[in-house]
């Protein structure tokens, strides 16, 4: 399926989209062999013509010869990494998450498991690289079944066919602070007077407010932005565009009810586990082999750079490293951190640490909508900005602390690689959804006694087709009958669970 790949424009963190046939040539004449990223402002870029590509890159692709050609030319190159129009849908591999059959649904035939996610893309396959152009998301139903392509720029609305003076979509990172005009080209240039509107993406809440075209989301996802203009006649024009917000390698989310009275909230945490390591999850106590909000925030680090270490001392991208630091402001997203933590991060001179929980939030006010604010309900949030390939990442919940609260709390947990979703646990993929009891929520300064076992998550390392690496998703469950793996013990230490699954063939 599509991979994204981070590039810098202008200061601004924003991630780039790679098309499924990343390393084919599809005719234009930008494709190097590993897939030309989108910019900010979408300037507008050629349609493709459709038809079979004779090219066959200038590097990337791994090319074979068809036929026996003629005029001596040995034949016709044929890219296996393209995929085009075709008479069915396919389920296989690099053909995941397109339109094969052009018809505007994708993987309508295909099964999957409850749970997942996917980028997609609607209409002809081979323009889903082209400048303008970006997937949408589809879930997994219950059922097995892929469900509706939601949001995106896609062939079906001639994504490839924008102009200067059309809004277009941008991008950015979490946390890292969008402005808004890059996506109006020259729509703006007669304003007398402006405002802006964003919509945050299903289940994001509370969500952000911008102030003027400046907006700093708090997750991951499809923003959607409204821009309205005065002009000298006191007419109205209005045009709407997406804000597509994404981190690269590992980044999961964690939400839950925030308490409507805003007295106080519940607390649950987010656990990660070191890859490939079985040894007990760390509880109150902390564990080198469990980045929690104990040993993984700022804070823990700023005093002890060597805190945890998972991977190499010292390294360049895409090795992973522990701490890496970027001569690019914005490459360095830790610094963006929410409630203080950026600061922190910047103050220790080390870049960001791999991993992180970026956000620990204990207690917050879902009445806020400046993000700035320190009692704004952002959500805890884990990051391994270069994981590495081929090791199972494990992802647990405790809940804590019910801090005198009794409403049951139902966790959800968004998992994305490279910016891509790839799975929402908690309210679904289960038989219903998962439940806290207050119960569980244990006495004063913790002692809950229930830890969500969520799932594992490992990088498959990139190949010819796929530049970017992509990722699985297996959530844990305790039986066949999808029941939501809730370890109900005293502590989280003493115990780590099933063992990882086997890693997947290539």
Not at 271 to 282: C, E, F, Q
Request: hydrophobic fraction near 30%; charged fraction near 15%.
């Amino acid at each position: 399926m599509g991979k994204r790949r981070w590039t810098w424009l202008g200061g601004t963190a924003v991630f780039a989209l790679l098309a499924v046939n990343a390393c084919s040539a599809s005719g234009d004449s930008d494709d190097d062999g590993a897939g030309a990223g989108n910019t900010t402002s979408n300037q507008g870029g050629g349609a493709s013509t459709g038809g079979p590509s004779s090219s066959s890159g200038d590097g990337g692709g791994l090319a074979v010869t068809v036929g026996p050609g003629s005029g001596g030319s040995g034949g016709v190159f044929m890219d296996p990494c393209d995929s085009e129009c075709g008479p069915e849908e396919l389920c296989d591999g690099i053909h995941a998450g397109l339109d094969d059959d052009c018809d505007g649904i994708v993987d309508e035939t295909c099964t999957c498991s409850a749970g997942s996610s996917q980028s997609c893309f609607k209409g002809d396959p081979s323009l889903r690289d082209d400048p303008g152009c970006f997937p949408g998301t589809q879930s997994c139903s219950e059922l097995g079944t892929w469900g509706a392509c939601n949001g995106g720029v896609h062939a079906t609305e001639m994504c490839s066919m924008g102009g200067m003076s059309e809004c277009s979509p941008i991008q950015t990172a979490p946390f890292v602070t969008a402005s808004l005009s890059g996506g109006l080209g020259t729509f703006g240039n007669d304003a007398v007077s402006e405002t802006w509107q964003v919509a945050c993406p299903t289940g994001v809440s509370p969500c952000p407010m911008s102030a003027g075209d400046q907006f700093t989301p708090q997750q991951s996802g499809e923003y959607t932005v409204t821009y309205t203009k005065t002009l000298a006649d006191t007419s109205t024009e209005q045009c709407t565009f997406p804000l597509f917000v994404g981190a690269p390698g590992l980044r999961v989310e964690l939400t839950w009810e925030w308490d409507s009275n805003q007295a106080s909230t519940v607390d649950l945490d987010l656990h990660l586990h070191r890859p490939n390591s079985t040894a007990p999850w760390g509880g109150d106590g902390g564990s080198p082999d469990d980045c929690a909000y104990d040993n993984c925030t700022a804070s823990a680090f700023v005093n002890n750079f060597s805190n945890i270490n998972w991977f190499a001392a010292n390294g360049t991208p895409p090795t992973p490293v522990n701490w890496y630091l970027s001569p690019t402001m914005e490459e360095n997203l830790c610094f963006f951190s929410p409630k203080g933590a950026g600061a922190i991060w910047q103050g220790g001179s080390q870049g960001c640490h791999n991993p992180r929980l970026d956000s620990d939030n204990v207690t917050c006010d879902p009445s806020l909508t400046d993000p700035n604010d320190f009692q704004f309900c952002n959500p805890e949030n884990t990051n391994v900005d270069y994981p590495p390939s081929n090791e199972w990442f494990r992802i647990g919940v405790h809940y804590y602390y019910n801090q005198g609260e009794t409403y049951p709390v139902h966790p959800v947990v968004k998992i994305f690689c490279n910016g891509e979703l790839k799975a929402e646990l908690g309210p679904n993929g289960y038989a219903s959804p998962v439940t806290f009891t207050s119960a569980m929520g244990g006495d004063l300064f913790g002692g809950g006694n229930a830890f969500w076992l969520v799932g594992d998550v490992l990088f498959q390392p990139p190949d010819e087709c796929s530049p970017t690496p992509n990722c699985v998703v297996e959530p844990l469950f305790f039986d066949q009958a999808n029941n939501p793996y809730i370890q109900s013990t005293q502590t989280v230490q003493g115990s780590f669970g099933p063992a990882y699954p086997p890693v997947p063939m290539p």
